[in-house]
């Protein structure tokens, strides 16, 4: 008895799968979503020691990899300095760029390019107590966002912002309105995906 009523079940049920399997689905659409995409990495520590000014020159280029390129200054430096911030990040060294971001020259600055949104996390320290931030800004010089945490930090106090950019763009990490110590930068970039 029992084998007579599973196989009318297991009839019925391929039956069922017969028929929604021959349904069209006709009316879907992948849709693009954001996920994780490359990130990259700068750290002062892994650059060569220079503490002494004049070393660079005012719009000098360093390359530090494919990716990050910095624009050094006649005050630039890259010398020790050791901190920790509260996400247990530490390190014993800086990059100094010397003054404000100058972007026309370019110095001052680091340079990077994105081919989308990203996020921008910076491990960096307020160079003086007159609430200093960091900026980015396009080619133009036009700044597209700011950190707002150097305000409420005491002079070489630790800090660590996160920033949003929205679109893909070649952009230019710096201090405003002076200069500011620059530890750690990370980028992530998002990237669309279909789902």
């Known amino acids: 008895m029992r084998t007579k009523w599973a196989k009318r079940a297991l009839a019925l049920l391929l039956a069922t799968f017969m028929v929604i399997g021959g349904i069209p689905f006709t009316n879907y659409e992948p849709k693009a979503v954001l996920a994780a995409g ?4 700068f750290e002062a520590s892994t650059m060569a020691t220079v503490s002494e000014k004049g070393t660079f020159t005012d719009g000098q280029e360093v390359k530090y990899d494919d990716y990050f390129t910095i624009y050094m200054s006649a005050s630039s430096r890259v010398d020790s300095s050791s901190k920790t911030w509260d996400d247990g990040y530490t390190s ?3 990059l100094n760029l010397g003054g404000k971001a100058d972007v026309s020259t370019p110095k001052n600055v680091m340079s990077f390019k994105t081919s989308g949104a990203a996020t921008v996390k910076i491990w960096w320290v307020e160079g003086g107590e007159d609430h200093r931030e960091l900026g ?12 707002t945490e150097g305000a409420g930090a005491a002079k070489n106090g630790v800090v660590m912002s996160t920033l949003s950019l929205a679109e893909a763009g070649t952009y230019f990490l710096g201090g405003t309105p002076n200069n500011n110590y620059i530890f750690k930068v ?5 990237a669309a995906v279909e789902a």
Request: proline share 0%; hydrophobic share 25%; no cysteine.
């Open 38 to 41: 490359n990130t990259h990495v």
């Open 92 to 94: 014993g060294q800086r």
């Open 136 to 147: 980015i800004f396009t080619a133009d010089g036009t700044e597209v966002t700011k950190t």
């Open 186 to 190: 990370e980028v992530e970039e998002s």
